[in-house]
């Protein structure tokens, strides 16, 4: 197995081997999913390939819009689970569990960055992890600027949008804005209004494009309803490939422009540039955390 | 004039031991003296003041090779003790993970075999075989028992969880799968075994077995007061008093004497006499094999991984997934002592736990296969050349480390200061 396209490294990216603008062909995965449906699409797509034989994702919870981890072997469990959600869901606890009682041997696992590095680690030191990190066959990543404890993600529907959880239908981040949009309603809160609610990890993570993952994607840098797809590893890129040809996702042509992939490195590059001052500042506090000093780095964009 | 030899540590078998011969001029052992000679841990001294669900999982420490065993004999001498019943999809759940150890545990013994039994030009044929074959039991002990090894899922009161559909179709498929290679390899090392140049009745002792079940262990089928437990101490010199063995110019006499403050294992007897359990011995009881010596326990040990096999497929059929695998219970003991009994791949794993009304375990006793077979190792040596005693040994697939206890010796005077069995 070789990739067809050679490894690009990119410090800002991450390394890849080609990035496109994809969406979902199938109509019930566009419905309910957040921009293009490609993780849905994906993950269907691979496990009625027999590529996975079953996947950790983000599914209801017993709260509404608090997701729990659950593993899903059927494409109706993916459906149901497709859709962004702005608060954490501790989704590698379901990695041992997925290939012991669910029995799994080809999983695949969706994830933030952090998670995504998170499962690259369980790979690289498998302690106690015993006939569990073989069985990895797909790690597809979600951008992600910051996440929200669920109790953040409660204050901004009940204080700012004046709602409950339960009537939000869908959550949604572009243009700088959060929309929470109820059945008859819509409040965008500048995305400035949200900071100090996130997750404290947010601080120190260098990672926007899940960039150890095998393939990741997200809406920035694609028109409405599309999706950036970067394709990374071979089995990425063999994935994505094979989806396209068999119609499960269509190309359209990549903006490279200022609202496009600009756009995402741009993105990308602020979040780093920001993150390494706030890992600077934290070392020198003599803090714990688990990333290079700038000036010990190559390129301070770099993602260690 | 007879003469002794002595082979240390013994080779191919867990753990460390030493065989000790008395052999006559023609090379026959005319007394075959087999013990353990590995370091003392002190599990079951460890868990005693613990609440009870300490014991399981320190105790399937005892052995990397069979945690699975102690685990399932530790936690049914608990539920027996706190008088819980296990509901039955988390019963057979535990037979389930039981007999995927079982066939994972035989498959390794072929391995240290191999060298004895095994054509060189079939030997990687062989190994591979082996391999396959583990790989499929151990993928069953992990998705039921939650880790192949130290299994975390087995607790008191059932099983943690429940399987999935799809897993248990899974189990199915593949041990139905792996059925055809199963009894391929089974075949071909009765071959091996059937065409070895052993001498006639190697192996062969008078002891009388001991088995409790077929495929899982019933502490109905065992009798505590039949059980007998005593120090290697009076074993092994039980011929010899103390004055007498001073008066004993010769050298054998006291090599005698010494085993019994080396050994650390105590003597377990059942009706007063040693017995040998494990493959054959259940074989014998509940398969109406009659054959006895070395090559049978052999053969019986590979026809046992089928028996384990078709077992796994007829209980995982009965699984239902959405059933309740645990029991819901308090841990206010009775006092009562709680007999758990498992037949492990090497034998009847028996272990014995008493819970305060407090919570607390206040007694904790193991009496493991190896150890139960120990006196009669050495007594099968008895009769045939010295050269082939290591293959009588290695025909009960010793597994020494959960056989050790101690006594208390005086360091300087290598007395014995205590004499009755720390059990540690």
Known sequence: MGGKEIMIHDSALGPHQEILTARATDKKILGKAQDGGIVTALLVYALEKNIIDGTIVAGDGKEAWKPEPIVATTKKEILKSSGTKYTMCPNLAMVKEATRRYGLEKMGIVGTPCQIMGVRKMQAYPMGLRHVTDKIALIAGIYCMENFPYDSLKAFIQDKANTTPEKVVKMDISKGKLFIRTSDDETAIPIKQTHGYEQSGCRYCMDYVAELSDVSCGSVGAKPGWSTVIKRTDVGCSLVDSAVEDGVLEVTETNTGKFGLEMLRKLATNKKKQRVKNVDKALDLGLEVPFTRSDLKEDILENR | ?424
């Open chain 2, 1 to 424: 004039m007879s003469k002794t030899i002595t082979i240390s540590p013994t080779s191919r078998q867990e753990g460390h031991a030493t065989l000790s011969l008395e052999v006559d001029d023609e090379g026959i052992v005319t007394s075959g003296r087999y013990y353990s000679i590995t370091p003392v841990r002190g599990i079951e001294k460890m868990v005693v003041g613990k609440r009870p669900e300490s014991a399981p999982v320190l105790v399937q420490r005892i052995c990397g090779v069979c945690p699975v065993t102690h685990t399932l004999a530790s936690v049914e001498a608990i539920d027996d003790s706190l008088k819980i019943d296990v509901p039955k999809t988390g019963q057979m759940l535990r037979e389930i993970c039981l007999n995927a150890h079982m066939i994972n545990s035989h498959a390794i013994h072929h391995f240290l075999v191999a060298p004895d039994f095994v054509p060189e030009d079939d030997y990687r044929q062989t190994v591979k075989n082996v391999s396959e074959i583990r790989k499929q039991a151990q993928y069953v002990e992990d998705v039921i028992g939650g880790e192949g090894i130290h299994p975390s899922d087995i607790r008191i009161g059932g099983m943690a969880h429940n399987i999935t559909k799809n897993t248990k179709n899974k189990i199915k498929t593949r041990i139905s799968g792996l059925m055809g290679l199963l009894e391929k390899h089974v075949e071909q090392m009765a071959g091996y075994i059937e065409a070895k140049d052993f001498p006639e009745n190697l192996g062969v002792h008078a002891q009388p077995v001991l088995a409790t079940s077929n495929t899982y262990g019933s502490r109905q089928n065992i009798s505590l007061q039949s059980i007998q437990e005593i120090m290697p101490n009076s074993w092994y010199s039980d011929k010899y008093t103390a004055q007498e063995d001073e008066e004993y110019a010769d050298e054998t006499m006291k090599t005698a004497k010494r085993i019994g403050k080396t050994a650390c294992s105590q003597i377990p007897l059942y009706d007063s006499t040693p017995v040998e359990t494990g493959p054959r011995a259940r074989a014998n009881k509940y398969r109406r094999f009659k054959d006895k010596g070395a090559k049978a326990q052999h053969l019986a040990r590979a026809q046992e991984m089928i028996n384990s096999a078709e077992r796994i497929i007829e209980l995982v059929d009965k699984i239902d997934p959405s059933a309740q695998t645990m029991a819901k219970y308090t841990i206010e003991g009775t006092n009562r002592l709680g007999v758990g009994v498992i037949e492990g791949p090497r034998g009847t794993n028996l272990h014995t736990a008493r819970i305060s009304p407090e919570g607390f375990i206040t007694e904790y006793n193991c009496i493991v296969p190896t150890t139960w077979n120990i006196p009669t190792m050495g007594m099968a040596t008895e009769g045939t050349h010295y050269k082939y005693a290591p293959d009588v040994i290695r025909a009960y697939d010793p597994c020494l480390s959960c056989a050790t206890h101690m006594v208390v010796v005086d360091d300087e005077s290598k007395e014995v200061l205590k004499d009755d069995m720390v059990q540690l």
